[in-house]
């Protein structure tokens, strides 16, 4: 009945054959979608396998591996009763192999006799049977550690649960046995626990449960993933125990209230400090759950350039734009190429990794791009020091109060860089880079992570992805263009902004109701674009230029002034006695609105504020308060604060948002100049959180200045910023955040370390030359995880037979043990490979070619794992050969951190243990394969024995 129900025909499941944890739970979904109609699960509760039948399911709607599931989301609320999530963090160098293997024997053996008592009930009576199901399920509940002795407890309990069993498992003992079979914890996904959101996960285990309440402790210890609840007085059977308990608990959790809920006797429940602190409503409350939170430390640091052109404005061969900056530079500077640096920083366990953009542009930062690129060396190098010991609270950073620019500076001064000369483009990459490992060490996506933290800390309320729906973007008529850029054009942008200053004032005028009188795209309706328009000057005018531009406008079109929503910076710079204020700067904009003008936005005066306050908050905000916040002085014709967070600094742009929307009532526009797409991810995940603050509910939300992606002939996000942007000018905010979750230097880049030659003696990272058995290897490493091997070894057969043996990849697995599996997906030579070091899985495809002079095989991975090599089998006989390995490979930041964090370990263990025992074990191997295949059965044994314990040396320093 189970299978019918799930769309499972007893066909599907043969006699003996296994019942996988991923095909129950790819059935439980489809069956709820086929056959209850369902297309969104709220929450899910699942009790011992059901739990782990639960997180694959939410694996397996996992948007990094379905873009379209949204039957379970981030928002789903999961609930697991006793079930095993995966080998956790604090777990994963010490996965127990030996005891996988006698599981796994056990449930084998378990599976057989279940299939044998269902043939042997044919033959027996129905008491007869009954007794034998009993002894098994007696056996079973017989485990203390497990069931907490409930028999001896409560007696009434045991028997009723027995009961009920033995109906379950007298017409269910194949269904049994095949899930036995297949879902053997060696046999599922390991991983599963990374799935989850911690605020939206809930952990309940019985007291005398020892089994699951002590990984129920481990999971809230591994940087508080799930809250955890311990139901005293229990054990395992938690639904036959306390059904009404559990049923609170679940309902309390799925309605917010499950610290407060009178119904769960809170005196009689352990909760556990994760989920406590989410109920926290006072900032000290706040501080002292940080003191009790785990701090984290930062890594490795690694950076790579890139290099964008620039397109036309007016979709000429042309390339490049002009009027790129401030003031002098606006009207003279001009831009063909966007470079820079994208960084990577990783947590210094490698479980979390973030990237950054660091792209100052001449004319609007003051440091040069080589400037930039010194100051990256510098952290690079110290944060890899052992000298450096600086740690964090994740939660501390995302609330942006200042702390993470107070860790910033941390970083660059102890790197050797004065706090005066510190680059604005470098803190902002950092920045950006810390926040989302930040983010991912708290379990969910970077604009949930800000938005609880910074607008909702002392709430503790969790913010659900689907606040962040679709951002309205503006798009850009650059200076020096003759005609709206094409994918302008192509897009119906909410509002369009036009770059003027260059010309006279009579002539941007123009620029402007051209723009009003532009005819929608041939595959719209037919009728004038309907679009908001505003002006760039960049302090290009003074306030009689300004003034014409006004008027001009008013003679020959007035709708178009009403369309325009706002001018950034009109008027040139106001300074008395050469000393500028804001004071004086707002005021002269005052007077220009009050004269006919349209309402103004601020952004250079904010950008100069923050330079003359040294980028200091306090000082800043008292000189918005003593121009914007008294009300004899309201300033009326302010539309806008225009911020952007490369050259201010994520924090500081936020906390000057917040500034102005609760006090003053003015909204912010975030602002981009020609960014690649990391930086224009950024800049619009603050431009999401800042538009949904519970201050700027009643405020107008303007598209914000994210449409320079129109002029980039290419991007360094994949897919492109502008794959997320529709036809409307509306940016996919929850689905570019999740491509940024995670993302590090490895999954961006194509680049792969040759592998052509390997020269130790030039190179001061190389490893010494390792003889042992003839057995000689070199390694070297260009950028501490770039790592390159060249080994060989002696072989007492011919190329041919190594040849031939080597390149069957599907046994590999046969002389090296790491691997869990290669299979072959088609027949022009992809694979996919699969290992597990130190408790950690990785996987990747590759595609190989076999070589035939000298034979061998060479292979390329295509996705995961980065790496690349060749194997050549050189005669030096009609009966033996030398095999030449060479491979490069980039580590991932996990793999690093396991081996505390230096690469030099991991190239010598890479070197001198993992590759010489392969080679001497493929050697072992072929030729014990060769005496069996002869007859000799004793050399064959013999030498299968000496392979075998190769191999438990090398699974034991895998550990």
């Known amino acids: 009945m189970a299978r019918a129900s799930l769309g499972i025909s007893n066909a599907a499941l043969t006699e003996g054959s296994p019942f996988t944890l991923d095909e129950m739970a790819q059935h439980v979904c489809q069956s709820l979608c086929r056959d209850h109609n369902i297309r969104s699960i709220d929450g899910i509760a699942g009790y011992s396998l059901g739990g782990r039948v639960a997180l694959?399911?939410?694996?397996?709607?996992?948007?990094?591996?379905?873009?379209?599931?949204?039957?379970?989301?981030?928002?789903?609320?999961?609930?697991?009763?006793?079930?095993?999530?995966?080998?956790?963090?604090?777990?994963?160098?010490?996965?127990?192999?030996?005891?996988?293997?006698?599981?796994?024997?056990?449930?084998?053996?378990?599976?057989?006799?279940?299939?044998?008592?269902?043939?042997?009930?044919?033959?027996?009576?129905?008491?007869?049977?009954?007794?034998?199901?009993?002894?098994?399920?007696?056996?079973?509940?017989?485990?203390?550690?497990?069931?907490?002795?409930?028999?001896?407890?409560?007696?009434?309990?045991?028997?009723?649960?027995?009961?009920?069993?033995?109906?379950?498992?007298?017409?269910?003992?194949?269904?049994?046995?095949?899930?036995?079979?297949?879902?053997?914890?060696?046999?599922t996904s390991r991983d599963d626990w990374k799935t989850v959101v911690p605020a939206n996960t809930l952990f309940v285990a019985g007291e005398l449960d020892k089994k699951y309440s002590g990984i129920g402790r481990r999971w809230e210890e591994a940087r508080g993933i799930s809250k955890y609840i311990e139901v005293p007085n229990a054990g395992?059977?938690?639904?036959?125990?306390?059904?009404?308990?559990?049923?609170?608990?679940?309902?309390?959790?799925?309605?917010?209230?499950?610290?407060?809920?009178?119904?769960?006797?809170?005196?009689?429940?352990?909760?556990?400090?994760?989920?406590?602190?989410?109920?926290?409503?006072?900032?000290?409350?706040?501080?002292?759950?940080?003191?009790?939170?785990?701090?984290?430390?930062?890594?490795?640091?690694?950076?790579?350039s890139f290099s964008i052109s620039i397109g036309s404005n007016d979709g000429s061969d042309k390339k490049g734009v002009i009027g790129i900056g401030w003031g002098d530079s606006a009207r003279a500077g001009s831009l063909t190429r966007r470079e820079g640096f994208i960084i990577s920083i990783a947590s210094s366990d490698g479980m979390a990794v973030g990237v950054g953009e660091v792209s100052p542009p001449k004319g609007l930062h003051k440091e040069s791009i080589e400037e930039a690129e010194r100051q990256l060396r510098l952290i690079k190098a110290f944060l890899s020091s052992a000298s450096y010991d600086g740690s964090f609270f994740a939660e501390e950073l995302l609330s942006l109060d200042g702390s993470l620019s107070t860790f910033v500076n941390q970083i660059t001064t102890s790197a050797g860089i004065s706090k005066a000369s510190s680059a604005a483009s470098v803190k902002s990459g950092l920045e950006m880079a810390l926040l989302s490992v930040s983010s991912q060490l708290c379990g969910t996506a970077l604009p949930q992570s800000l938005a609880t933290n910074y607008w909702y800390r002392d709430e503790s309320r969790s913010v659900p992805s689907s606040s962040f729906g679709q951002l309205a973007i503006n798009g850009l008529i650059t200076r020096g263009s003759n005609a709206m850029d094409q994918r302008v054009k192509t897009v119906s942008f909410p509002s369009i902004k036009v770059k003027v200053g260059h010309e006279n004032p009579k002539e941007d005028a123009f620029i402007l109701i051209d723009l009003m009188e532009q005819p929608l795209d041939k595959s719209q309706k037919v009728g004038l674009r309907k679009v908001g328009l505003r002006a760039d000057a960049n302090r290009a005018w003074s306030l009689e230029s300004a003034q014409v531009f006004v008027d001009e406008i008013r003679r020959a079109d007035r709708s178009t002034l009403y369309a325009i929503e706002f001018v950034e910076e009109p008027l040139t710079k106001q300074a008395a006695t050469e000393e500028w204020t804001l004071e004086l700067q707002v005021t002269a904009l005052e007077e220009f609105t009050r004269s006919g003008g349209p309402r103004y936005a601020l952004d250079e005066s904010l950008a100069d504020l923050a330079e003359a306050c040294g980028y200091d908050f306090d000082q800043i905000s008292l000189a918005l308060r003593s121009t914007f916040g008294q009300q004899e002085k309201l300033r009326s014709g302010c539309a806008a604060f225009v911020l952007k967070p490369a050259l201010l600094g994520l924090e500081l742009s936020m906390q000057i948002a917040k500034l102005a929307q609760q006090e003053f009532q003015i909204n912010a526009v975030f602002s981009s100049s020609f960014d690649s797409g990391i930086g224009l991810a950024y800049t619009s995940i603050l431009a999401a959180v800042s538009d949904n603050s519970p201050f700027g509910t009643d405020l107008v939300k303007y598209p914000h200045g994210l449409g320079t992606f129109t002029m980039l002939c290419g991007d360094t996000l994949s897919p492109s910023f502008e794959s997320y942007v529709n036809a409307d000018g509306m940016l996919n905010v929850v689905s570019l955040s999740r491509a940024l979750y995670g993302l590090s230097l490895d999954e961006m880049s194509d680049r792969l370390p040759v592998y052509d030659e390997v020269d130790s003696s030039t190179n001061e990272s190389a490893i010494a030359s390792v003889e042992s058995e003839s057995y000689l290897a070199k390694t070297s490493s260009t950028s501490g995880r770039d790592i390159t091997v060249a080994v060989s070894l002696p072989l007492p057969f011919s190329d041919g037979i190594a040849s031939s043996r080597f390149t069957d990849l599907p046994q590999m697995s046969r002389w090296s043990p790491w691997l869990n599996s290669v299979t072959y997906l088609d027949t022009a030579g992809l694979t996919e490979w699969n290992l597990n070091i130190r408790g950690v899985r990785f996987s990747w495809k590759a595609q190989s070619q076999v070589l035939s002079k000298p034979k061998g095989i060479k292979w390329e991975s295509i996705s995961g794992l980065k790496n690349r090599g060749v194997v050549e089998f050189e005669p030096t006989s009609n009966d033996s050969c030398i095999m030449q390995l060479k491979m490069s490979i980039?580590?991932?930041?996990?793999?690093?951190?396991?081996?505390?964090?230096?690469?030099?370990?991991?190239?010598?263990?890479?070197?001198?243990?993992?590759?010489?025992?392969?080679?001497?074990?493929?050697?072992?191997?072929?030729?014990?394969?060769?005496?069996?295949?002869?007859?000799?059965?004793?050399?064959?044994?013999?030498?299968?024995?000496?392979?075998?314990?190769?191999?438990n040396a090398l699974e034991e320093a895998l550990k």
């Open 236 to 304: 395992h059977a938690l639904l036959v125990e306390d059904p009404k308990r559990i049923a609170s608990i679940i309902c309390g959790f799925l309605n917010d209230d499950i610290v407060n809920n009178p119904s769960l006797e809170p005196e009689s429940i352990i909760m556990l400090d994760a989920a406590k602190s989410q109920r926290k409503t006072t900032t000290t409350q706040r501080q002292s759950h940080l003191a009790s939170s785990r701090s984290h430390k930062v890594g490795l640091m690694e950076y790579e």
């Open 56 to 187: 694959a399911m939410k694996r397996l709607c996992s948007p990094k591996l379905d873009e379209d599931s949204s039957l379970m989301t981030d928002n789903t609320r999961l609930i697991l009763l006793g079930s095993n999530p995966g080998v956790l963090p604090s777990e994963s160098g010490s996965i127990d192999k030996d005891g996988d293997s006698q599981r796994l024997a056990k449930n084998v053996s378990l599976a057989k006799s279940l299939i044998s008592s269902s043939h042997r009930s044919h033959l027996l009576s129905e008491s007869q049977d009954t007794e034998y199901l009993s002894q098994f399920l007696t056996k079973w509940y017989g485990v203390k550690a497990l069931w907490g002795d409930l028999r001896g407890r409560d007696s009434q309990k045991y028997d009723d649960m027995l009961k009920k069993r033995l109906r379950s498992l007298g017409s269910r003992r194949q269904d049994i046995a095949a899930v036995l079979r297949g879902c053997s914890s060696s046999l």
């Open 890 to 951: 980039i580590m991932p930041y996990i793999l690093v951190s396991l081996f505390q964090g230096m690469p030099s370990v991991v190239q010598d263990f890479l070197q001198n243990k993992l590759l010489k025992w392969s080679l001497e074990m493929f050697r072992d191997v072929v030729k014990a394969d060769l005496a069996l295949e002869r007859g000799d059965n004793e050399l064959g044994d013999a030498l299968f024995g000496a392979v075998e314990g190769r191999a």
